[in-house]
């Protein structure tokens, strides 16, 4: 068994402003890294609009075509952008979490990483925000659900920022349990304890500004990794976010990238023990270049690793 990559050129078309930290760049950067490993190379296809209302409305996507610029760029609100290559991109993304998902639970491979952009964590049901348009992973995770039949599938979520759109999302989806660790404060502001979800399904990990690699290893073998022992899933879905490094500038926790080894190679054990290794990764954040090449590469050896 192997790895798969699945990205697309489309993901290079999403354009922001000149200084704006989600850049086309940042993709550049990871696949860069990643030549010369040995993966299984995929092209993302589109999302069908189906899958898409899996967990997103009509309108909404109505919405955002209504958005798209013909030229030039627009902005959706503080932080979030479109430009004609964007919905293409956003469409490649959500498409090659779909592809990911039909591919690791077939056999095909092993497991799978998406290194697409834009971003998807912080996409709510009806709301694009913080760089994000659609929500990937818990699109993985219907899909799983809904057109494979499993029973349970567990989302976790490590980028620094809260997945406030993951677990909008999968809120009231009783067979999917979403852990997410994040910096508090920090924005969305959202990602305290106590927001658990409608079924008791969702671990928020809240972790303090300057907290180091040693913190996260303590609160994930103390708190996450036996809640996923418990819940027993099927697949493990991964929001793999690289922006807890100590060098990323959006945010202060203090993660080496060994720290995102450590924990990707746990996850891969702990799918190993529950659900045959079966683990899809998808990009999220990451703002520093090569802090944010060098951990995604270290996270996808990891996964190599484990496929083989």
Known sequence: MTTALLTHADCLSHKTPPGHPEQVARLEHVLHALEGLDLQRVTAPMAAEDDLLRIHPARYLDDLRRALPGEGIKQLDSDTWMSPGSL??????????VRAVDMVLNGDVGNAFCATRP?????????????CLFGNAALAAKHALDHHGLKLVAVVDFDVHHGNGT???????KRALVITSQQMPLWPGTGDPEEDGAHGNVMNLPLAPESTGAAM???YSEQAFPRLRAFKPELIILSA????????PLAQLQWETEDFRWLTAQL????????????????EGGYDLNALAEAA???????????T
């Open 268 to 283: 891969c054990a702990l799918a190993q023990d529950l659900c045959q290794g079966r683990i899809v990764s998808t990009l």
């Open 241 to 248: 976010g690289f922006d807890a490094h100590k060098d990323d």
């Open 88 to 97: 293409d991109a956003a469409f490649r993304g959500a498409g090659a979490a």
């Open 119 to 131: 971003p998807g964590h912080h996409a709510e049901t009806e709301t694009s925000m913080g760089f």
């Open 297 to 307: 590469k270290a996270h996808v050896e990891e996964l190599i690793k484990a496929a």
């Open 217 to 219: 290893r303590d609160v």
């Open 167 to 173: 677990q909008d999302l999968l809120w009231d989806e």
